[in-house]
């Protein structure tokens, strides 16, 4: 079978990328195709699973039509400023348009050393590959802007880090992978014609309608501010922790990316996090609305070469545009939790109702998740199909239930609707951290993919509920907290 690529970020200048072929393996073992998203891509899964499919995801054979690049860029890592990054472990290995007539790259990471490895060996562990899976799978199934997963392999050969691990190879497929850091890395060298080409290439990828524009550049910040704003609502909605938002780890496309020391809380904490090396909490579940605000402004930055001749003018209408992102947060966060609340009208005191709901999960150490879902179940008698077994509501809750019920009385939709807009929006499934542990666990030490396959199957259909999936909604017990989450690198 021949992939039908249509290759564009290769035919940019240059200086923006590496020819680079992924460097082969030992013996690559399949481990799962994403049939869906291959049929989406055009991609026959039963060939993806052969052996000349797996040969491919490993990296042992580039297919016809592929361009392998490494793809070059700058970023600001917890704060500090870092000149050169770039694929350090990844090969961009072309674009394809699905059948959804969007374009997408195919990318395989832990594919080998670029010139960007900077002395790693560009490769994965395979706990590190499962995770991204497992998260990403899921991230997509809850509705999330996300990169996704088209295959995974082992590759047989072992990975060193504190100790040797089997290694693995994702091929992940994303929109595209330009990220802020990306338009960084150009504007610190003052290369403008890269600039250029850079921008007009997002324009006519991810936003066409900023042509339209009087300032086509400017009208595409704003659609990335808004893009930024929505992704990161998404993930304050479901309790998610992306755990290394740095500029290098945020694209332009408006998906998540780079699910390394990431997680989902179960006690609900703004405070909470998750990343061995966020000493200082920068990337706390609480803070990641200000950081995407922080690094859109590095973006905008970078911007300023491209956005006016005149740079005063350019600052100002970077500034100008950067100052919407707030506004553009606050509005689509109330509307989601009015969403996860069952609120279709606005009222004034919907915040305040949001806010005291949360502190009140915070002040009784409740499960975020299953929270949510059973506030869900309380607009209607949900039957069998109940979390209620797993948690309830204590006596500290009965006021601000009584208040939240007194606001669905104004509310002009029946009851059976306001609870089926709630449970499409407040999942009963969530990649619980120790659950995720158990599946890397299994497959690491026993071989074991099959608790790795199992999760990822039922979180495919998170916002569905029956008592046979307890084990997969329930918060860990104390011996299985998972309080640290690791990077792969």
Known sequence: MQLAFDNTYSQLPGQLYSKQAPTPVSEPGLIRVNHALAELLGIDPAWLESEEGVKIVAGNLVPEGADPIAT????????????Q???????????????????????????GQTPYSRMGDGRAPLGPVLREYIVSEAMYALGVPTSRMLA?????????????LPGGVLARVAKSHIRFGTFQFFAAREDIEALR?????????????????????QAMFEMVCAAQAKLVVSWQMLGFIHGVMNTDNML?????????????????????????IDHGGRYAYRNQPGIAHWNLACLAQALVPVLDDNEDKAVELARDTLEKFPGFFLDENISGLRRKLGLQTMQDDDEALAKDFLDLLESTQSDFTLAFRRLSELVSDSGEDSVQDLYDFDDACAPWLS?????????????????????AVNPALVPRNHLVEEAINAAQTDNDFSVFHTLVDTLSTPFTYAPHLAKFATPPQPGEVVRQTFCGT
């Open 72 to 83: 070059v860029y700058a970023g600001h890592q917890f704060g500090s400023w870092n000149p």
């Open 85 to 111: 990054l770039g694929d350090g472990r990844a090969v961009l290995l072309g674009e394809v348009v699905g059948k959804d007539g969007e374009r997408y790259d195919i990318q395989l990471k832990g594919s």
């Open 197 to 217: 080409a850079l921008t007009d290439h997002v324009i006519d990828r991810h936003y066409p309608d900023a042509r339209q524009a009087d300032n086509p550049v």
């Open 252 to 276: 332009l496309s408006g998906e998540t990316i780079d699910y390394g020391p990431c997680a989902f809380m179960d006690t609900y904490d703004p405070e909470t996090v998750f990343s061995s």
């Open 152 to 164: 995974a392999v082992t590759t047989g050969d072992p990975v060193f880090r504190e100790e040797s």
């Open 403 to 423: 208040r939240w019920r007194a606001r669905l009385e104004g509310e002009t939709r029946p009851a059976d609707e306001i609870q089926a807009g709630m449970l």
